[in-house]
């Protein structure tokens, strides 16, 4: 048997027999994370695109879009959603696999679900299923591909996306196989907005197309459409094509039930890239409660791993997606502004002349423990020297979030608060999240989508 066979047989006897309350109750914390991240994201110029795209012809549904009245077909729902939610680097994080979960399993798992009026308890259970194969699928991928220009999110993102959608219909462990090996072929998402000043919308929508990709493969394995067996591990397969000479397809099937992926989220708290977390959290602390103006800051380094440096090192970013993945940038904004305010990546924020001047000045340099500790560890070290000669420093391996240093259920909440409130009344917002809570004992998804469903204001957007 195969190590990817194991992993599906698995998630099969998961799906008869269920899983414990604290993995169940993970998976809740994980919907609701994501579902933060869509509301928020919903009004957002890339998430109306989309969504207008898929509701420029008729076409006829049973799944929610977030922010429209009118429901789409499930893979089409998944896309919209997707987007939304990877729309503004708010979203999960699996650390060493180096993916984002939550805006493809959740899309995809709630899409199919509504799709088969499944319950609350079998949507947590292919939400748990899609978390697992992203993260073991990404692991096993190694830092390769990284390194190479692919998003991993986007590539390993439909075979995560398949998986969860086809637990959701009540696949048996061979249709399993089947809706993965499908994913395969639609493996794809390079990372060409890391690459420029301005990162456009592409990445925006890496977790909607393989969210969308997931639940269509899983819809026609349901039918009977074929795949081969060695779509992951085989000759030309995933691992293969995408990870030639670093693959561990062992990961697949290594130590399972053991240790659950979705207890093991990355919490994301600042709307930038993971790698620079670490950075802005230490720097406003090490700032005050007060944000200092630009002309008081001597000198601004911070320390990453190569691959951070590599990626993140633009100075002058000219977009919001240029904003959210520039070190540079989100130092200074650490130092003089507010890192956790969606607004500080808006462009009047970005084009603000002391700030940009500051963060032309911002060292980035490869720190060799942070390099050592990677992709383990997103950390940094900081060092800022004040105008009135104050020398202040600090080296993190784990920024707050990560499994190291998890988010409290409590911190969750409030990001989900301070996320819904953005399109929704706190009536709704309160009825969302007590649904959520419910959610391994609801018969019917209703109380879930019914407050995702409403027509977005025309001025929404940041």
């Not at 890192?339 to 500080?344: L, R």
Request: glycine share 10%.
């Amino acid at each position: 048997m195969t190590h990817s066979r194991s992993l599906f047989e698995f998630l099969h006897r998961v799906q008869r027999e269920g899983a414990p309350p604290e993995v169940l109750a993970a998976a809740s914390g994980c919907l609701l994370d994501t579902l933060g991240c869509m509301l928020f994201g919903a009004p957002e110029p890339w998430a109306r695109i989309m969504a207008d795209e898929v509701f420029a012809e008729s076409a006829s549904g049973r799944a929610t879009v977030v922010g429209r009245l009118q429901p789409a077909p499930a893979p089409l729902a998944a896309l919209c959603n997707g987007t939304a939610a990877h729309g503004f680097e708010l979203d999960d994080h699996l650390d060493e696999a180096i993916v984002h979960p939550g805006a493809i399993v959740v899309s995809a798992a709630l899409a199919a679900a509504e799709s088969v009026d499944a319950t609350g308890e079998r949507l947590l259970l292919g939400i748990i299923a899609g978390y697992e194969v992203l993260d073991r699928l990404g692991r096993a991928m190694g830092t390769g591909p990284s390194r190479r220009g692919w998003h991993k999110t986007a590539v390993a993102g439909p075979i995560g996306a398949a998986v969860a959608a086809a637990m959701v219909r009540g696949a048996d462990a061979a249709t399993l196989a089947t809706a993965a090996g499908l994913a395969c072929a639609t493996a794809s998402g390079t990372k060409a907005y890391a690459s420029s000043d301005d990162g456009g919308m592409e990445k925006r929508m890496h977790a909607g197309r393989a969210a969308e990709s997931g639940v269509r493969m899983a819809q026609l394995a349901a039918r009977g459409f074929t795949a081969p067996d060695t779509a992951i591990e085989g000759r030309f397969g995933l691992l293969h094509v995408f990870a030639p000479d670093e693959a561990r397809p062992e990961l697949l099937g290594e130590g399972l039930g053991q240790r659950w992926s979705i207890q093991h989220v990355y919490v994301k708290l600042h709307p930038c890239c993971a790698w620079i977390q670490a950075a802005t959290q230490q720097l406003v602390a090490l700032r005050g409660p007060v944000p200092l103006a630009p002309q008081a800051v001597r000198r601004l380094r911070v320390g990453v791993s190569a691959y951070a440096g590599a990626q993140n090192g633009n100075p002058a970013p000219r977009d919001t997606m240029g904003a959210q993945f520039s070190i540079p940038y989100c130092a200074a904004l650490a130092v003089t502004g507010d890192p956790a305010d969606p607004a500080s990546y808006a462009p009047a924020a970005i084009h603000e002349p002391g700030r940009r001047a500051l963060a032309a000045r911002v060292e980035v340099f490869t720190d060799t423990q942070m390099e050592a500790a990677y992709p383990r560890h997103y950390g940094a070290r900081v060092e800022l020297e004040l105008a009135d000669g104050r020398r202040l420093s600090g080296a993190r391996l784990d920024p707050h979030g990560m499994p190291a240093d998890p988010c409290t259920d409590e911190e969750r909440v409030a990001k989900f608060r301070r996320l819904a409130s953005r399109v929704l009344g706190p009536a709704a917002v309160d009825a969302l999240a007590q649904a959520v809570e419910r959610a391994p004992t609801l018969s019917s998804l209703h109380p879930i989508t019914a407050p995702l469903r409403f027509t977005l204001p025309p001025d929404a957007a940041q």
